[in-house]
């Protein structure tokens, strides 16, 4: 008998425990399984998570300095920064010592353009003290303090000293405090000076115009998920291939032609003049702004709000609307009281397929959004292919993950994610 | 005729007609009309338009001719929501995201009755179903029969005095269709509703209601109470389509004294009562019901015809014996008697005589 019990437990018919032997039955099914998902799951480990995770260990990461300068990092720990006296000689000549060797290896502009980020003159300084200490030697030209203090005014400069102390340690949490306008200085955290100051304002941007975006397709997205889930089959399958048109011209081009449509001589300016809505002199700023990317973005994301909301909607069953019109509802009251709380699992979807998608989209903002209109991930890309930030690159991305992450969890904990369908 | 006041009709039908397409007429000329507290069953084959006439009722669908009165009033022209009818749909239609109890509110919510009569009024509606204890469940949470309960009683909470019911019972199994069957009729008289109720299932129909209209092809072919139903059917469809039949094909010889003769197509003669013929020559599908046959000549007239047959088949049944028969070239005669201990058991291969009283049989169009 296989519910016979000993001590509580359930023993299958060899006298083993149930629970024991259904695991053993059921470890080739789960090993088959795992065999079946186990290219693709190594292919994403190699491609996908082991660089992401590298790129954002990258936005905390600060080895340059101690494995280019590591005596001198070592000396300058006893050094007290804020006796208001320069570093003694040790200081300068473990400097010296770990200069001429990263001279030789020519890493020390790297050096050079790392420190720039904490401190503006940090590059040219390198570059141009690398050259002239190229002709010292370590040994035989000591002392050093006088002659570096000749060679760049920096190194007699006690903030220079300070900000190399700073940043001294392996790990830094100083891309971070840059990605929220910030900056770790000797003496703790302070904020970026005003100029500076545009990240958090970015973030925020990109929340807000995100947010806008998202509302916008499902504005313009339910009643079109409406109608496809409500005329015959053939009709439906129509709007869907007219739904589905975008994707099939590439981004590029569709971005493109909103430029064409939206610019100050472009189509939809010429048409209100043309009608006498606008004065010449007065054609509307449509484009290089906030206005041009939600519009563009809001035309491409589209189609990822109606197919969910279309995929959910399609599950209603008209039935629904009927019996809630026999029993007195108006139509409308019908509408909002039985059909849209059955649709809000599509809502959800859509939302966050749109919402997730906008946060992080680059290329339309890009074309369309001139300086206004721009988003974080246009500045995460500046870093990453211009200004070469790769540290702050990463700080950016890990908090726009956190971002969305946390976005994510405030929706599971309101709405409830098992209420999202996408099919 | 004669009592049937214009009046008195609660629900009317007059020549309605309706078509989807422009093309085809899916309800023809149809005319019924009930009276207050009557339970009408619309029974027929699949597409035959009772789905398409409870629509029209509810309002759903619009008659393309013809008028629709409730209570004296042509409601052609009122929204379904101002109708104030009840309706019970095939698969419940219980609104998923609201609990029983809510579902029940709901149509007196819109109605802006207060919170505390509506409580009361849920409750009340609940105990009519015994369901009391379900108040708080989604109806995922429920079993067929008991979100049928619920649709029921949510058909019923906000005290209509018409209910539309679309094979309510059609996804449920034997036993549970017999249980709320019973139910049904039950609250359906003891709260006085007027109830249309759509199915295809003949027992159904004949156990619930008060009369029943078969439909075919768009149209009433009979309306009656099921007992003159199924033993007056009035063409060979209705014959056909309630309960067991016989059917055999002849022509008329004569008719005489409300007897007609029939003369079948293997020359046999036989006696049968004239419905929907009316002269000799004409040719007729004569009806018989099984349990209507008789062997024992003794209880016929003397001058009853009789007609030879081969035994076939026989089956044991528990409470009746089944007995199909070879008569005049027709395979498919049966035979049912009652299992009495007197009864004579037949065997395959016996040659019998059968016959039975006139007005048993009855003779319809062709
Ligand atoms: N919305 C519609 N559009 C076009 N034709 C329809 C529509 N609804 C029903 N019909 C047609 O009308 C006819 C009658 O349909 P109806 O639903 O009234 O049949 P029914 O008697 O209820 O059948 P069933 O027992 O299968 O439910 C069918 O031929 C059907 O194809
Ligand atoms: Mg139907």
Redesign the pocket.
Known sequence: MSDSTANGLVLAADGTPLKRSLSRSMRRQKMRAFMLVAPLLIFVLLTFIYPIGVMLSRSVQNDIVPETLPETVRVLGAWDSSSGDLPNEVVYAAFMRDMSVAIKAKKHTRLGSRLNYEKTGFSSMFRQSGRKMKKLDPVVDAPFKDKLIKIHKGWGDIETWKTLQTYSGLYTSGYFLNSVDARMTPEGMAWQPEDKQILLKLFGRTLVMSLIITGSCILLGYPIAWLLSNVSPRSANLLLILVLLPFWTSLLVRTSAWKVMLQQNGVINEVLVWIGLVPDGERLILINNQFGTIVAMTHILLPFMILPMYSVMQTIPPVYLRAAKSMGATNWTAFWRVYFPQSIPGIGAGSILVFILSIGYYITPEIVGGTKGVFISNRIAYHISSSLNWGLAAALGTILLIVVLALYWAYDRIVGIDNVKLG | MANTKKSDAFVEFERVQKS??GI?L??KDLNLSMPRGEFLT?L????????????MLAGF?TATHGDIRLGGTSINNIPPHKRGIGMVFQNYALFPHMTVAENLAFPLEVRKIGKSEREEKVMRALGMVQMQDFAGRRPSQLSGGQQQRIALSRALVFEPELVLM??PLGALDKQLRETLQFEITNLAHELGITTVY?T?DQTEALTMSDRVAV?EN?RIQQLAAPDKLYEEPENSFVAQFIGENNTLEGVIKEIKGGVALVQLDNGDLIDAKPINVTQAGQRTRVSIRPERVEMDKSRLSSDAHTLKAEVLEFIYMGDIFRTRLRVAGSDAFVIKTRNAPDQIRLQPGQIIDIGWLAEDCRALDA
């Open positions: 989807y397409d085809n899916v309800v619309m027929g084959p699949s597409g035959s338009g009772k789905t398409t006439c409870l629509m669908e679309d094979e759509v295809h439909f768009g």
